[in-house]
Nanobody, 121 residues
Framework: QVQVVESGGGLVQAGGSLRLSCAAS????????MGWYRQAPGKERELVAQ???????NYADSVKGRFTISRDNAKNTVYLQMNSLKPEDTAVYYC???????????????WGQGTQVTVSS
């Protein structure tokens, strides 16, 4: 069993910053991709940023230059530094981790419970 737990959400004014953290624990052999996704009310979940175990990153166009994803492989933890926040960044942010439970087993994506980010204008 694998647990994924996010933290760091909250309420911030436009132009402010927040840092999200996500830690995976449990029966983990290795983690491939880790990423942040968000879902605003009435909208589908969308990719925000993702990072491979080797450090390659990918960002949604809407957050490029404002958000930075990073990762600590030793701690199975991924971070999302969010700067210059806008009201349209308001959403529930979810962490996803592509986990291999044992050597040679297939990858499976585990989700956290989500953390609310609210940006006031």
């Amino acid at each position: 069993q694998v647990q994924v737990v996010e933290s760091g959400g909250g309420l911030v004014q436009a132009g402010g910053s927040l840092r999200l953290s996500c830690a995976a624990s449990g029966s983990i052999f290795s983690i491939n991709m880790m990423g942040w996704y968000r879902q605003a009310p009435g909208k589908e979940r969308e990719l925000v940023a993702q990072i491979t175990s080797g450090g390659s990153t990918n960002y949604a166009d809407s957050v490029k230059g404002r958000f930075t994803i990073s990762r600590d492989n030793a701690k199975n933890t991924v971070y999302l530094q969010m700067n210059s926040l806008k009201p349209e960044d308001t959403a529930v942010y979810y962490c996803g981790a592509h986990v291999r439970g044992t050597e040679g087993s297939p990858l499976y994506r585990y989700w956290g419970q989500g953390t609310q980010v609210t940006v006031s204008s």
